[in-house]
């Protein structure tokens, strides 16, 4: 029977291998969507309606901050409304350990200003107002998955 050939060093490193590559291929996934979107982005005027802090509390206990700016803009077909910051499918794309960080990231937004909107003429829906990707947490991913996978193929040899 296999499963009295296979010691547990061998399943873990199983695990290791295959969790290592699941994550790598997320965190990949992640970051080129994210570098996608802000390639392809078309740039648009738009106004701030309204400037906020969210605090989110995680599960953990732990809290983050969100910075939020809604805005309106106009595509060349509709008028939108937007309050994402950074690129990504959902406004939690960067959240801040501190309230402070997360007001600097909207210091210049005053609302009934003018601003620029980027948007995804894919999915005109989604909208942001700093074109730069967030990519940090993908990136960590990759390293991460790949640092799992090296440790499963570590296990193999032991």
Do not use: C, W
């Amino acid at each position: 029977m296999i499963g009295s050939t296979l010691g547990l060093l061998d399943i873990l490193a199983v695990v290791a291998v295959g969790g290592g590559v699941v994550l790598t291929g997320i965190g990949i996934r992640r970051y080129r969507r994210l570098r996608a979107i802000s390639r392809r982005a078309v740039e648009t005027t738009g106004t701030v309606q309204q400037v906020d802090i969210q605090m989110v509390k995680e599960a953990a206990g732990t809290q983050e901050y969100l910075p939020v700016v809604d805005y309106e803009y106009r595509t060349p077909t509709e008028r939108r409304d937007g309050n994402t910051v950074y690129p990504g499918k959902h406004r939690f794309a960067k959240l801040f350990g501190t309230e402070a960080a997360a007001e600097t990231a909207i210091n210049d937004y005053e609302p009934g200003t003018q601003t620029t909107v980027y948007y995804d003429p894919d999915d005109p829906a989604h909208s942001f107002l700093i074109a730069d990707p967030q990519t940090a947490t993908a990136i960590t991913k990759v390293v991460l998955g790949i640092a799992i996978l090296l440790g499963g193929v570590l296990l193999t040899t032991l």
